[in-house]
Every structure is written in structure tokens, then in C-alpha cells.
């Protein structure tokens, strides 16, 4: 998006008398000419004065009101180059004509990438007095990155783009590109005879399969729909449309959640977060809890400013500007949280770059503030508008469209890899399917993973009958699994990301059993030191779901289990498995369990669930269980 500068044409009045004011042509016939482009531009009909005011500069060169008004025409129809030859002809005839010219001179040679001389112009331009603040905190920003841009194409990025192939690409446009965590599925808008509809590709084997329509129930014939941010499971579309009925402003932000393999009906977010101002660019936290997205809505910055809310038990909040260290005086687009939750992308011209839009990344710091943003570097950022970029969860490949690569026709979808200084944190993914211990089909169930670090849940959702789900992981981490449902007993995982920074996945299954007399669970996230029995504090969260568990059945039972491995003196293994399945009874006993529900034991090495052999069978031997006596 080019930033605004008022063009002023130069419309004065054409007197032709002697006594007259005087133009800097005294040629009949140019002047006759110069005054049917007035009388077209006028009328709008721009084409039509351009070809006027060619044939006057033709006839008199030095007509420098023709050259001037030219060039303005020309920059307002994006004709960069020729608007700066006229531009640059006329301040060699008079350099004092039209201070103007400098301002304007210089915002073109910024479009067409000269920032030498875009900067001498622009310098000279704020030597004049009496410039609005307006235009001279403009032309201060235009110098700015002309400073930026000269030194920055000095140090290139590393920067291959490729092509998603004729899958994805044709010869209409593509654009705004997102993947699941997983990257088994893409979406994107392609706009096809002025109307922007949502396709979809999944990858197979590693490659992308012939895009097709999303969603009757998403894309309609008469409205546009685009800007999407899916859900890290694939399961929320989030997305903008434009003058719908259902809207509140000229553009507003839905939400569709998926239905097996199909899509239903969008849903307006309303107040807060639509209002009767523009709401667009969703970008949706790897929690689902937070929403980043652009408007121009009171209370901001600048033209277009990035906001926030957070999902909350009322509904979503009040949006929060992300304040002056993201936002500028001028436009702020195309936010993309990335899943580690601490890495923002967004585009910018507020900030100092290579003209008019361009790509940066910011940080949150240790208190959760937002840093200055980096701009992400040339090539990857140029003097045309750059936007719309997405990582995947890994962090190591970004997405993009561009119509300057020589594609199959107008925006194409491209990805390369990330330069490692602008990547995010390393994010993996745990990927599971929920299934009926017995019957094996899967079921839907609540499925919670939280933080045992800051005990903060980084991922809730009740599945569908399809039982998948799909939730990412920042490496460095600690992670309770709890999967629950009604009628059966929950289950426990743990994964342990402390010291690991690969980025594995996780693919499980989990058997959900049936509350019945004799099924076990091991509680994988309560956690005892080395031969001692007192309990780690992270375990609170594991005990507070086996709390909930018995609260929620009634007249169920349990048992509270102790075992050890084969590793060192069987009596005092004994002894550490009876005092570990103690210590659990008793703190569910301050917590307000009757006694009658509960016994404890401890059973040592004796009932091992996997081979005392491996270090990994005998960490899976060290543990704590509850068995279902009575229901």
C-alpha cells in the first residue's frame, strides 16, 4: 500500500492576454493543448489529459507547468519512472519552480529503488521553510529509508524463492498463504474475475495436491473473503469479509469451525472486536486465545494500526493497540503471531525501510513487551509493497505471494527458507488421535495440554467424533497431556522438551478405558527427586485432575499405587513406592477426598509395564498409578 502524498495538480488559471499572468510558454499551440488536459482532468479523464500533456512538452519542452503537471499524472497512475523524468526535466530548466517537486520527486525515486538521488532530493526538500509538519515528518521517514536501503542492500539476506507449482498457482491471482502445524493442509484466497474465495491443497507423500473451492459455506459469489489465519489444528478458520449483511463495518472479521471434512457456517465476531470501522488480517495465538488484527479504528496510532484480544469467559476482550513499539503514524498490516507465541511478522511504512510496505519481525523481551521491530532484510523486503507473510510452526520455511517473479500470471504463492536470525523460537507439535480403548473407534473428548513451567495452558479444545487433534510445542518445556471425557477415566502424558531443541514430533494414540473395576491410569506428571517421596510442586496440576476426576464420579474407588525398577535394594524400593503412594492419599486427603474412596500401596519393582533393560523401560517403571476399585 503506497503512502498517501497529496498530489497538486496544477490547475492555474490560463490566462492568455498580455496582461495576463504569463506561463513559462509563450507557444500557442502547447498552451492550447496544456488547456484541453485541464479541461480533461476536470472531467477525470486522466488517460486522455496525459496524452495532452505529452504532445505540449512535446511541442515546448521547456513548458515547465506541462512537465509538472505531467508528472503528477503520471506518479497518480503509478507510472513511476516517466513521473520522474518529467519531474527531474523540470527542475533542470528552473530548480526553484515548485518546491513540491522535491517531496514528490523523492517519493518516486524511493518506488523505483534510487535512494541516492531520492535522498539528495528529499535532503533539500527540508531545507525549505515553512513546511507543514505533516510533510516534513514524511519526508524526515523517506530519508530515513533512504539511509536504510543504501546500507541495507550492501548486506543481502539469503533469499530463494520457490514456486508452490501449478497445484497452487495459475493465472489468476494467489495470495495469503497459511499452513497447519503439521503442513498437511494450505489455504489461501485466489481472486478469480474481481471475487476473492478461500482454496485448499493438502500435501501428500510431500507434495501438494491441485488446489480446490474450500467451502460453500465459507466463500460466497457476491462477497469477498480472504486475509485467513487457520488454527494450528486445522479445526478454526478465521477470516475477513467485506460488506456482508452480518457486518458492522466496511470489513469484519468470521470465525468458521470445521465439521468432519466440511465447514460450517461463519460466524461474526461482533463488539469489540468488529466495529463500523475496518476489521481485517486476523492472526489467531497458537492457544487460540488471542487475536491479532488490523483496523483504523479510533483510539490508534496512524492510518492502519495492529491490535489484540484476548478469548476470555465472557467472550472476547476490549481490543489492546499493541502500542508505539509496533505501531507508527502510518500503516501497520499483515500481523502473523507465530506458534511459539513470541514472535510477531507484520508489514509496515512506518518504519524505516526499502519504501512503501515492507516485512519485519518483533520479540516480546522477558517482561512480554513487544521490541523495536527488525525489518526483515533485501531481498526479502524491496522498494514495492511487501505483506502477507507466514511461517510454518517449525519457524524454518515462510510463505508468500508476489507478482514479480515471472509466475503463472498475477500473485503466485512462494516459500523459501528463513534466514536463521529472523526465524522464531523452535515450536514442534504433538499430533493424537482419541480412541475407545475397547471398540478402537475414535470419540471426542476435552483435550488440555499446560506449561508445568508457569502452569499456563497452552492448548484446550473438546474434538469432534473424529478424535484428532493437534497442538504445538515450544522446545525448552516441560507439557502435561490430559485427555478427559465423560463416563471414562482420563489419561496422562508428559512430554519433556527441556534441553531439546530438534524439532521431533509427536504422533500418539490415546486409549480413553472405561470406568470399570480393575483399569489403571498412570499419572505420567507427578514427579518425585531421586529416592525421595516429598512431591514436586509441578505435580499439583496432575493431582487437581484427579481430584476434579473423583468429584465428577462419585461413587468411584481408587487405589493409589507406588512402583520402582529393578535398580538397587528391593526393601528399600519397597519401602519408596509405599511412602510415594502415601504421600498422594494424604495430600488428597487435605484436598477433601473421604478416606472411604481411597487406600494406597506400594508394590516396589514387582509389577513392571515395560523392561528394566533400557534407561527408557525404566523411567516407564517409575511411576504412580490410580486403579479403579468400585464404581
Known amino acids: 500500500m503506497k503512502r498517501l502524498i497529496s498530489i497538486v495538480l496544477i490547475c492555474l488559471p490560463l490566462f492568455l492576454s498580455a496582461q495576463e499572468r504569463q506561463y513559462t510558454s509563450t507557444n500557442a499551440a502547447a498552451l492550447k493543448l496544456y488547456k484541453k488536459a485541464r479541461q480533461s ?119 530463494k524463492p520457490m514456486n508452490l507449482g501449478p497445484e497452487i498457482n495459475g493465472p489468476n491471482d494467489e495470495y495469503f498463504p497459511v499452513v497447519t502445524a503439521d503442513e498437511s493442509e494450505l489455504i489461501f484466497t485466489r481472486k478469480i474475475n474481481g471475487n476473492e474465495d478461500f482454496y485448499h491443497s493438502t500435501k501428500v507423500k510431500g507434495k501438494w495436491t491441485p488446489s480446490v473451492y474450500l467451502s460453500d459455506q465459507i466463500n460466497s459469489p457476491q462477497y469477498n473473503e480472504g486475509a485467513q489465519s487457520i488454527t494450528q489444528d486445522g479445526e478454526y478458520l478465521f477470516f475477513t469479509c467485506c460488506d456482508r449483511p452480518s457486518g458492522l463495518g466496511s470489513c469484519d472479521i468470521y470465525v468458521a469451525q470445521k465439521q468432519g471434512d466440511s465447514w460450517g457456517s461463519p460466524i461474526n465476531l461482533n463488539s469489540p472486536i468488529n466495529t463500523r470501522a475496518w476489521e481485517s488480517q486476523p492472526s489467531i495465538s497458537a492457544d487460540g486465545n488471542t487475536l491479532y488484527f488490523s483496523s483504523n479504528r479510533k483510539g490508534g496510532y496512524g492510518g492502519y494500526d495492529i491490535w489484540k484480544s484476548t478469548l476470555t469467559d465472557k467472550g472476547w476482550s476490549e481490543p489492546e493497540n499493541l502500542g508505539p513499539t509496533i505501531n507508527t503514524p502510518y500503516d501497520e498490516q499483515s500481523p502473523f503471531i507465530h506458534p511459539d507465541d513470541n514472535t510477531l511478522y507484520f508489514s509496515s511504512n512506518g518504519w524505516p ?15 512480554g513487551k513487544w521490541q523495536k521491530p527488525t525489518n526483515m532484510g533485501y531481498p526479502i523486503n524491496t522498494s514495492a509493497d511487501d505483506n502477507g507473510l507466514t511461517l510454518n510452526a517449525t519457524g524454518n520455511y515462510a510463505f508468500f505471494s508476489s507478482n514479480n517473479l515471472k509466475g503463472y500470471g498475477g500473485f503466485d504463492i512462494y516459500t523459501f527458507e528463513m534466514p536463521v536470525p529472523l526465524r522464531p523460537k523452535v515450536v514442534t507439535y504433538v499430533k493424537g488421535t482419541v480412541k475407545d480403548s475397547k471398540t478402537k473407534d475414535p470419540i471426542s473428548a476435552t483435550v488440555e495440554i499446560v506449561d508445568l513451567g508457569n502452569n499456563r495452558t497452552v492448548y484446550n479444545n473438546t474434538i469432534e467424533q473424529n478424535g484428532r487433534f493437534l497442538a504445538t510445542l515450544i522446545t525448552g518445556k516441560n507439557y502435561l497431556l490430559n485427555v478427559s471425557k465423560h463416563g471414562y477415566m482420563f489419561y496422562s502424558e508428559n512430554f519433556s522438551l527441556v534441553g ?65 525398577d529393578n535398580m538397587g535394594n528391593d526393601a528399600l524400593n519397597q519401602t519408596l513406592s509405599q511412602n510415594r503412594a502415601k504421600e498422594v492419599y494424604q495430600y488428597l486427603l487435605t484436598k477433601g477426598v473421604p478416606a472411604a474412596r481411597l487406600t494406597y500401596k506400594g508394590y516396589g519393582k514387582t509389577q513392571p509395564i515395560a523392561s528394566n533393560t533400557t534407561e527408557d523401560g525404566r523411567r516407564q517403571n517409575r511411576r504412580t498409578e490410580f486403579k479403579i476399585i468400585s464404581n
Open 41 to 159: 482532468m476536470d472531467a477525470e479523464r486522466y488517460d486522455e489529459a496525459i496524452g495532452f500533456l505529452t504532445s505540449a512538452v512535446q511541442t515546448d519542452p521547456k513548458f515547465l507547468e506541462a512537465q509538472n503537471q505531467l508528472a503528477d499524472l503520471l506518479r497518480l497512475k503509478m507510472q513511476y519512472k516517466p513521473s520522474v523524468e518529467h519531474y527531474l526535466k523540470v527542475i533542470a530548466v528552473d530548480a526553484e519552480f515548485n518546491r513540491a517537486i522535491y517531496l514528490n520527486l523523492g517519493d518516486e525515486e524511493v518506488d523505483i529503488a534510487d535512494y541516492p538521488n531520492a535522498l539528495i532530493h528529499l535532503q533539500k526538500y527540508l531545507t525549505y521553510p515553512g513546511i507543514t509538519p505533516q510533510k516534513k515528518q514524511l519526508a524526515e521517514l523517506l530519508v530515513a529509508n533512504c539511509q536504510f536501503s543504501i546500507d541495507g542492500m550492501k548486506h543481502p539476506v539469503p533469499f
Open 353 to 367: 525501510g526499502f519504501g512503501n510496505m515492507d516485512i519485519f519481525v518483533s520479540r516480546r523481551d522477558q517482561d
Open 500 to 564: 531439546d531443541s530438534s524439532k521431533k514430533q509427536f504422533q500418539i494414540e490415546v486409549p480413553l478405558q472405561m470406568i470399570e473395576a480393575g483399569n489403571k491410569v498412570v499419572l505420567k506428571n507427578i514427579f518425585f527427586d531421586t529416592n525421595k517421596f516429598d512431591i514436586k510442586p509441578e505435580s499439583k496440576i496432575e493431582m487437581q485432575k484427579l481430584i476434579l476426576f473423583l468429584a465428577d464420579n462419585p461413587a468411584v474407588t481408587i487405589e493409589i499405587s507406588g512402583h520402582t
